[in-house]
T-cell receptor, first 114, second 114 residues
Framework: AQTVTQSQPEMSVQEAETVTLSCTYDTSENNYYLFWYKQPPSRQMILVIRQEAYKQQNATENRFSVNFQKAAKSFSLKISDSQLGDTAMYFC???????????FGAGTRLTVKP | GAGVSQSPSNKVTEKGKDVELRCDPISGHTALYWYRQSLGQGLEFLIYFQGNSAPDKSGLPSDRFSAERTGGSVSTLTIQRTQQEDSAVYLC????????????FGPGTRLTVL
């Protein structure tokens, strides 16, 4: 079974600073997808960024980027120029290419301080 | 509406009662997922529907849980003989297909079993 580990239950960052959230996963699969989702207090889950395992280039979406280390099974999220609206729970997720079972980590609660 | 909707938004029930939770996916989306999020936890996969294929029920925690998807659209998650440990937020997500495609989440139903 695939497991996703987020080792940082809570983190905080000053507005405009950069923060990195950690995620590691365990799998014997070679083809899979990785995701970061954001869940603000409204409870609405929002996709932040995604990565296909076969792509070596790290995904980037505006202020959000990932550091995907396939050999180390690591998929960290970097948020640059943090904004107050980035305050939320962030979930790392893994999905095998062969089926649709999405596994989520326990989440990291990020607080951006003014 | 343009997004995934779920009803009710909140449900309080007594232990032993049956409950039905509804999910209306985005029109045209063939994939539909149900997840459970316990307080302070990540998302637990429950069940997945893809088109007319047999659903993937591998995440259902017990035979008290069941789900249907009628006409490839609306889905109902039923919990029979509810227990206090069933208290959680139940999230539904839909997508255009499996794997890489983004899952769009509904706002969830908060279930409280007294």
């Amino acid at each position: 079974a695939q497991t996703v580990t987020q080792s940082q239950p809570e983190m905080s960052v000053q507005e405009a600073e950069t923060v990195t959230l950690s995620c590691t996963y365990d799998t014997s699969e070679n083809n899979y997808y990785l995701f970061w989702y954001k869940q603000p207090p409204s409870r609405q889950m929002i996709l932040v960024i995604r990565q296909e395992a076969y792509k070596q280039q790290n995904a980037t979406e505006n202020r959000f980027s990932v550091n995907f280390q396939k050999a180390a099974k690591s998929f960290s999220l970097k948020i640059s120029d943090s904004q107050l609206g980035d305050t939320a729970m962030y979930f790392c997720a893994f999905m095998k290419h062969s089926n649709n079972d999405m596994r989520f980590g326990a989440g990291t609660r990020l607080t951006v301080k003014p | 509406g343009a997004g995934v909707s779920q009803s009710p938004s909140n449900k309080v029930t007594e232990k032993g009662k049956d409950v039905e939770l509804r999910c209306d996916p985005i029109s045209g989306h063939t994939a539909l997922y149900w997840y459970r999020q316990s307080l302070g936890q990540g998302l637990e996969f429950l069940i997945y529907f893809q088109g007319n294929s047999a659903p993937d029920k591998s995440g259902l925690p017990s035979d008290r849980f069941s789900a249907e998807r009628t006409g490839g659209s609306v889905s109902t998650l039923t919990i029979q003989r509810t227990q206090q440990e069933d208290s959680a937020v139940y999230l539904c997500a839909s997508g255009a297909g499996a794997g890489y495609n983004e899952q769009f989440f509904g706002p969830g139903t908060r279930l409280t079993v007294l």
